[in-house]
T-cell receptor
Framework: QMQLQESGPGLVKPSQTLSLTCTVS??????????WSWIRQHPGKGLEWIGYIAYSGTTYYNPSLKSRGAISIDTSKDQFSLNLSSVTAADTAVYYC?????????????WGQGTLITVSS | IQMTQSPSSLSASVGDRVTITCRASQSISNYLNWYQEKPGKAPKLLIYAASNLQSGVPSRFSGSGSGTDFTLTISSLQPEDLATYYC?????????FGQGTKVEIK
């Protein structure tokens, strides 16, 4: 059974860079046909897709991030990471990592439990 | 692509048939997924590609639609279906979610 687990600082100061890591276990991280993605949920709000990375390293980011996001992958550790620069209080949210099955369609079939990130001085 | 769900919330009794609607701002073929989010838990995939039931999901859940209009139906509402339901389009990036429909049990 595939499992994803987010890890991060919990609290980040405004203007700093938020760094999150997602560790994948219980499945083949290197199989084709999958992307690895980040999603966030602001307190009491809906879901916002942040972006994805393919095993090859190809990335796509939601333009709503205004070029502040960077997703990387470490295949040796079965991990992928999100760096979000110049954070503000508006980046306070629960951050989820997820696997995207990308065949004829794309859908998020495995999710991490989520980690709350608070941006505050 | 903007996704609009209706209603925003509903209250129904155990055993009721519940229908949630999702409308896309442009045609998305069948690139539409449904997720269930229970309080304090991560979202869970219910339906992918508009009408395909994810493995392990109870058969009382079903999805239909194509183009711009989609529905998620719970044929017989159960107490454990208390949750917020989201639709999502993956027809074009950026992938977007609906605002959610909160289902409460009377």
């Amino acid at each position: 059974q595939m499992q994803l687990q987010e890890s991060g600082p919990g609290l980040v100061k405004p203007s700093q860079t938020l760094s999150l890591t997602c560790t994948v276990s219980g499945g083949s991280f290197s199989r084709g046909g999958y992307y690895w993605s980040w999603i966030r949920q602001h307190p009491g709000k809906g879901l916002e897709w942040i972006g994805y990375i393919a095993y090859s390293g190809t990335t796509y980011y939601n333009p709503s991030l205004k070029s502040r996001g960077a997703i990387s992958i470490d295949t040796s550790k079965d991990q992928f990471s999100l760096n979000l620069s110049s954070v503000t209080a508006a980046d306070t949210a629960v951050y989820y990592c997820a696997r995207v099955r990308a065949t004829t369609s794309a859908y998020f079939d495995y999710w991490g439990q989520g980690t709350l990130i608070t941006v505050s001085s | 692509i903007q996704m609009t769900q209706s209603p925003s919330s509903l209250s129904a009794s155990v055993g009721d048939r519940v229908t949630i609607t999702c409308r896309a701002s442009q045609s998305i073929s069948n690139y539409l997924n449904w997720y269930q989010e229970k309080p304090g838990k991560a979202p869970k995939l219910l339906i992918y590609a508009a009408s395909n039931l994810q493995s392990g999901v109870p058969s009382r859940f079903s999805g239909s639609g194509s183009g711009t209009d989609f529905t998620l139906t719970i044929s017989s509402l159960q107490p454990e279906d208390l949750a917020t339901y989201y639709c999502q389009q993956t027809y074009s990036t950026p992938w977007t979610f609906g605002q959610g429909t909160k289902v409460e049990i009377k």
